[in-house]
Each structure stands twice: as C-alpha cells, then as structure tokens.
T-cell receptor, first 114, second 113 residues
Framework: EPEVTQTPSHQVTQMGQEVILRCVPISNHLYFYWYRQILGQKVEFLVSFYNNEISEKSEIFDDQFSVERPDGSNFTLKIRSTKLEDSAMYFC????????????FGPGTRLLVL | GENVEQHPSTLSVQEGDSAVIKCTYSDSASNYFPWYKQELGKRPQLIIDIRSNVGEKKDQRIAVTLNKTAKHFSLHITETQPEDSAVYFCAATATDGNEKLTFGTGTRLTIIP
C-alpha cells in the first residue's frame, strides 16, 4: 500500500538557521498539507497546497514558512529562520481529492531547535 | 473557525471492556469526521471516518456515531485489546473550499491487561 514518506526523520538545528523538511506524497494525490504537533499536544494545521499554490494557511504559517513543490514528487516545507518554539513534529499529509477525502499522514520529522 | 473539543483526555479500561471517546464541534458546515490513532512516536493513522449523511458507521470492533443536531460524534471500541492502547484524535473539516482538518486535543487510551 502506498504511503507518504518524509525526510529526515529527525533534525536538530540552531536557532536562526534555515531548515527544509521534505515529503513525498502518495503518487496520484493532488492535495498536500503540512501539520505540526508540539510534544504532548494536538495536531495543528499549517498549510494546504493544490495546483502549485497555497489553498489556505493558518496563523502559525507566518512569513518564516514557505512551501514548494519543486518537481513532480516532492513537497517541501522551509522554515527560514528557526525559533525555539518551532520545535515540534511536522507531518506531511496528502489526499486524492479535496472534499471529504481521507488525508494520509507521513511518519513525521521531529525538529529540535536549540 | 472550527473548534473541536474532545473528552476524556485520558481513559483506562480493562481488557475486554468497551471504550467511548466523545467529541463536539462548533461549525455546522463540518461534514466529514475522521478518527486517527497515534501510537507513541508514530504517524496518525486513520481508523474510521464518518460523513454527515450517515448517523453511524461500524468496522469490526470500532464504531462511530454522529449527531449533527447536537454537533457531536463519538468513537466506540468494543472488546478492547492491549494493542488498542494509543492516543486517539478526532477531527472535523468544513466544506468551505479548504479541507484542513481541525483536531481535538486527543485521548490517551490505556488498556489494562
């Protein structure tokens, strides 16, 4: 069964550094999402992406964040200048269609900002 | 925007007993309600979902009920087993053109052997 994959599984970075988190959605899916989960808390929506543009973003997704689909398979989340509070698990998800369709989550990237 | 509340935050049940987790949502436009199971350090895995055109859905030991009037939905796990121990999240999504999932705060379910 196809799965969403993410790399790296863990990333440690210094405050102020840029990080790029990578995701490979399921191949025939059209809608892509990033969520984050601070340790012990609920999963929070960051951004949705369709047809090479952002569909919606949350208030968390400020100017330090950007997303890109650089080729036909990868979907990336860039944090330009990391802050301590960016430490979290970041999940990528994808779905085939947008309306009422199952979102499949990747295994996550645990980001630690020191 | 949508707000999803989930109770209880922790739940311990004896193996073989039933577990019930309840969620309420605020946006009457929401019409898709998935439940995810998350084991420690793992990804959220969809276990069951329900759409607003039905009131109940069952899959083996797992069932979900939806009351649109009251804006609440519940997860029922029967004949619980140790491998059911995990954190369970409910979620809701509104059909206003974006399909972001709004998650509840999670329920840590512990099955006592």
């Amino acid at each position: 069964e196809p799965e969403v994959t993410q790399t790296p599984s863990h990333q440690v970075t210094q405050m102020g550094q840029e990080v790029i988190l990578r995701c490979v959605p399921i191949s025939n899916h059209l809608y892509f999402y990033w969520y984050r989960q601070i340790l012990g808390q609920k999963v929070e929506f960051l951004v949705s992406f369709y047809n090479n543009e952002i569909s919606e973003k949350s208030e968390i997704f400020d100017d330090q964040f950007s997303v890109e689909r650089p080729d036909g398979s990868n979907f990336t989340l860039k944090i330009r200048s990391t802050k301590l509070e960016d430490s979290a698990m970041y999940f990528c998800a994808s779905s085939l269609q947008q309306r009422q369709e199952t979102q499949y989550f990747g295994p996550g990237t645990r980001l630690l900002v020191l | 925007g949508e707000n999803v509340e989930q109770h209880p935050s922790t739940l311990s049940v004896q193996e073989g007993d039933s577990a019930v987790i309840k969620c309420t949502y605020s946006d009457s436009a929401s019409n898709y309600f998935p439940w995810y199971k998350q084991e420690l350090g793992k990804r959220p895995q969809l276990i069951i979902d329900i759409r607003s055109n039905v009131g109940e859905k069952k899959d083996q030991r797992i069932a979900v009920t939806l009351n649109k009037t009251a804006k609440h939905f519940s997860l029922h796990i029967t004949e619980t087993q140790p491998e059911d121990s995990a954190v369970y999240f409910c979620a809701a999504t509104a059909t206003d053109g974006n399909e972001k999932l709004t998650f509840g705060t999670g329920t840590r379910l512990t099955i006592i052997p």
